[in-house]
C-alpha cells in the first residue's frame, strides 16, 4: 500500500530526498508523513503533512528537513538538508487512507527506508 524509497548513505552535512508512494484501493489520503526508528529506540515523528498541506515538524529536524506531498500522484516526500549523524534510523512513510467513501479512514506503514549518516 505504501512504498518508500530515497534512503542511503551520506556523510554529514549531505542532503538526501525520501519518497513515498501510495497505491492499491483509495477513496482519499489525509494526512501522511514521516516517522523514523533509531537502533534500540521508540519510533518518533518526523514530519506530517495534511492533505491541504499544513504541516508539523519534530523539533529536532526543523529549518533542515522539508515534508511536501504530491496528491496527484498519491506521493510524500522528505527534503532532509544538513543531515547529522543523529539522524540515522529506519524512515517509515505513514498514511491515513480512506479506501472507499463508506469506509473509515486506516493508518498504513511503509516498509521503511535505512538513512545512515557518517561523521
Known amino acids: 500500500q505504501l512504498q518508500a524509497s530515497g534512503g542511503g548513505l551520506v556523510q554529514a552535512g549531505g542532503s538526501l530526498r525520501l519518497s513515498c508512494v501510495a497505491s492499491g484501493r483509495i477513496f482519499r489520503i489525509n494526512v501522511m508523513g514521516w516517522y523514523r526508528q533509531a537502533p534500540g529506540k521508540q519510533r518518533d515523528l518526523v514530519a506530517t503533512i495534511t492533505d491541504s498541506g499544513t504541516t508539523n515538524y519534530a523539533d529536532s529536524v526543523k529549518g533542515r528537513f522539508t515534508i511536501s506531498r504530491d496528491n496527484a500522484k498519491r506521493t510524500v516526500y522528505l527534503q532532509m538538508n544538513s543531515l547529522k549523524p543523529e539522524d540515522t534510523a529506519v524512515y517509515y512513510c505513514?498514511?491515513?487512507?480512506?479506501?472507499?467513501?463508506?469506509?473509515?479512514?486506516?493508518?498504513?506503514w511503509g516498509q521503511g527506508t535505512l538513512v545512515t549518516v557518517s561523521s
Open positions: 505513514n498514511a491515513n487512507i480512506q479506501q472507499r467513501s463508506f469506509y473509515t479512514p486506516q493508518n498504513f
